[in-house]
């Protein structure tokens, strides 16, 4: 089976296809790891509890069960096994991380836990698991779920807030305990009391009334977030509540602003207006999608174009973007895939750094492909947008560099990501640097997104109007 993935068959960039397994399908994927040293095997992690491997180069694809955490999670809205991952020095450190939730004999208790894998059969030795951390969850949502090594080689986790909505407790703001984190911790190292080592160069180590294991906060359901290791950023698709969902870069020490903000959004006033909280990289309203999954930097070699783009989607509504890595002010995002009914639970690459794309609703495993058929023109690279003065008061300019004559949209949404203004200059324009100028005395303060619109390729700017 494959599935196209784009507007139309003009503007479509990507097919997705489908890999056959000759065994009983599972459902609700959640995660899949290439195992390091052993090109085409893959571990795919079920969040019933069950972890099995495939070989993608085989033809036959037979599944096997080589974890079973049954007896210690059961699935159960977004409770279950959430995250896995091989240890960065694989098969010389042959360890399996895992985190799950016991919901079976110990409440709502997240779990952190390695387990010893057979290096020649694969098999995960169950008697050998070791519990490094654990901490309680209030509610029965909002559990976060990614678990994965930097580049530094140590251990991030990606925290929910605790759950019900809203964050009731605050935790996401509350710096005395784990929950709405990015937390970074050393799995080979232990202190004393502990089942891991708190590295001595993370954010907070030195100060007080802090736990130290927080590498950033202020975020709501970090589902998903992975590393792209050759500009060192970490890419985080944070959850929204009611409005936005959010994808962030993370840095050591940020804070996200959640509960007070949600995406650009102001939630509580004066709150969310504190300097310190740090925006969103990208945003998109409810209007797109209800659930992102955070993705991966493709490093593939099988698409060239697609080199250096974030990938990411939305659960509920199927839809995959591409996000350029610009500045946190200049962006580029197109849509690769069209609203389908395609549950995107994970992205997750093999031994070659091809990306493939998990379906929660029926199981299926995805690999994206190029469309022989479609026409990367679309793309504009080279397609620039910039603001001046910014913050502005009467007037500003728009600065939009075009690589060539092309059909161009210009519009300017509010944070709710309803369009304010269609600018007058819309239509065909000829290849250059075009200037047009903004009214922005004629509107009311606060801040703005000045789009432009080629094909499938999108450029913004934030554009903060002050009287």
Same mark, same amino acid.
């Given at each position: 089976?494959?599935?196209?993935?784009?507007?139309?068959?003009?503007?479509?960039?990507?097919?997705?296809?489908?890999?056959?397994?000759?065994?009983?399908?599972?459902?609700?994927?959640?995660?899949?790891?290439?195992?390091?040293?052993?090109?085409?095997?893959?571990?795919?992690?079920?969040?019933?509890?069950?972890?099995?491997?495939?070989?993608?180069?085989?033809?036959?694809?037979?599944?096997?069960?080589?974890?079973?955490?049954?007896?210690?999670?059961?699935?159960?809205?977004?409770?279950? =096994? =959430?995250?896995?991952?091989?240890?960065?020095? @694989?098969?010389?450190?042959?360890?399996?991380?895992?985190?799950?939730?016991?919901?079976?004999?110990?409440?709502?208790?997240?779990?952190?836990?390695?387990?010893?894998?057979? &290096?020649?059969?694969?098999?995960?030795?169950?008697?050998?698991?070791?519990?490094?951390?654990?901490?309680?969850?209030?509610?029965?949502?909002?559990?976060?779920?990614?678990?994965?090594?930097?580049?530094?080689?140590?251990?991030?986790?990606?925290?929910?807030?605790?759950?019900?909505?809203?964050?009731?407790?605050?935790?996401?703001?509350?710096?005395?305990?784990?929950?709405?984190? *990015?937390?970074? *911790?050393?799995?080979?190292?232990?202190?004393?009391?502990?089942? @891991?080592? *708190?590295?001595?160069?993370?954010?907070?180590?030195?100060?007080?009334?802090?736990?130290?294991?927080?590498?950033?906060?202020?975020?709501?359901?970090?589902?998903?977030?992975?590393?792209?290791?050759?500009?060192?950023?970490?890419?985080?698709?944070?959850?929204?509540?009611?409005?936005?969902?959010? *994808?962030?870069?993370?840095?050591?020490?940020?804070?996200?602003?959640?509960?007070?903000?949600?995406?650009?959004?102001?939630?509580?006033?004066?709150?969310?207006?504190?300097?310190?909280?740090?925006?969103?990289?990208?945003?998109?309203?409810?209007?797109?999608?209800?659930?992102?999954?955070?993705?991966?930097?493709?490093?593939?070699?099988?698409?060239?174009?697609?080199?250096?783009?974030?990938?990411?989607?939305? @659960?509920?509504?199927?839809?995959?973007?591409?996000?350029?890595?610009?500045?946190?002010?200049?962006?580029?995002?197109?849509?690769? =895939?069209?609203?389908?009914?395609?549950?995107?639970?994970?992205?997750?690459?093999?031994?070659?750094?091809?990306?493939?794309?998990?379906?929660?609703?029926?199981?299926?495993?995805?690999?994206?492909?190029?469309?022989?058929?479609?026409?990367?023109?679309?793309?504009?690279?080279?397609?620039?947008?910039?603001?001046?003065?910014?913050?502005?008061?009467?007037?500003?300019?728009?600065?939009?560099?075009?690589?060539?004559?092309?059909?161009?949209?210009?519009?300017?949404?509010?944070?709710?990501?309803?369009?304010?203004?269609?600018?007058?200059?819309?239509?065909?324009?000829?290849?250059?640097?075009?200037?047009?100028?903004?009214?922005?005395?004629?509107?009311?303060?606060?801040?703005?997104?000045?789009?432009?619109?080629?094909?499938?390729? &999108?450029?913004?700017?934030?554009?903060?109007?002050?009287?």
């Amino acid at each position: 089976m494959a599935l196209a993935l784009g507007h139309t068959a003009k503007a479509q960039f990507l097919v997705a296809q489908e890999v056959t397994i000759q065994a009983n399908r599972f459902t609700a994927p959640i995660e899949m790891c290439a195992v390091p040293g052993r090109p085409g095997k893959v571990f795919v992690a079920y969040q019933p509890g069950w972890v099995r491997l495939l070989d993608l180069d085989s033809a036959q694809r037979r599944a096997q069960i080589v974890l079973s955490l049954r007896s210690l999670t059961r699935q159960s809205g977004e409770l279950g =096994l =959430l995250g896995m991952a091989f240890h960065p020095r @694989y098969p010389r450190v042959n360890k399996l991380y895992v985190y799950f939730t016991d919901n079976v004999s110990r409440g709502n208790l997240s779990v952190y836990a390695s387990f010893n894998v057979d &290096t020649t059969t694969l098999r995960v030795d169950s008697a050998s698991r070791r519990e490094f951390l654990t901490f309680a969850q209030p509610f029965a949502n909002h559990n976060g779920g990614k678990i994965c090594f930097g580049p530094d080689g140590m251990f991030y986790i990606g925290s929910g807030d605790g759950g019900s909505a809203n964050d009731p407790q605050n935790n996401a703001q509350n710096r005395n305990n784990l929950l709405g984190k *990015i937390l970074r *911790i050393d799995v080979d190292n232990q202190d004393p009391g502990r089942g @891991y080592r *708190i590295p001595p160069d993370n954010p907070f180590f030195d100060s007080t009334n802090i736990r130290k294991e927080i590498y950033a906060l202020g975020l709501r359901n970090p589902w998903k977030m992975s590393w792209d290791f050759e500009t060192r950023r970490l890419w985080v698709g944070d959850v929204g509540q009611t409005s936005f969902e959010e *994808i962030d870069t993370i840095r050591a020490g940020g804070n996200y602003g959640w509960k007070w903000r949600e995406g650009d959004r102001c939630v509580r006033s004066p709150e969310c207006l504190n300097p310190r909280f740090l925006r969103p990289v990208w945003t998109y309203p409810r209007t797109l999608g209800v659930s992102v999954t955070g993705g991966q930097v493709y490093r593939g070699t099988q698409i060239p174009w697609l080199v250096g783009e974030y990938l990411y989607g939305d @659960y509920g509504t199927g839809r995959i973007w591409g996000l350029s890595q610009g500045t946190d002010t200049v962006l580029v995002n197109r849509q690769l =895939l069209a609203p389908t009914q395609f549950n995107v639970s994970a992205f997750a690459e093999d031994h070659r750094r091809e990306l493939y794309v998990l379906r929660y609703n029926t199981g299926g495993i995805f690999k994206l492909v190029a469309d022989p058929t479609a026409s990367q023109s679309a793309a504009m690279p080279g397609l620039t947008l910039a603001t001046a003065p910014n913050p502005a008061d009467k007037e500003a300019s728009l600065l939009l560099t075009l690589p060539k004559a092309a059909v161009v949209t210009l519009a300017v949404l509010g944070l709710d990501g309803t369009v304010q203004y269609r600018l007058p200059v819309s239509g065909h324009l000829a290849a250059g640097q075009h200037k047009i100028a903004l009214p922005t005395g004629q509107w009311p303060a606060g801040m703005y997104l000045v789009q432009a619109t080629v094909g499938t390729a &999108t450029v913004g700017k934030r554009l903060v109007v002050a009287h």
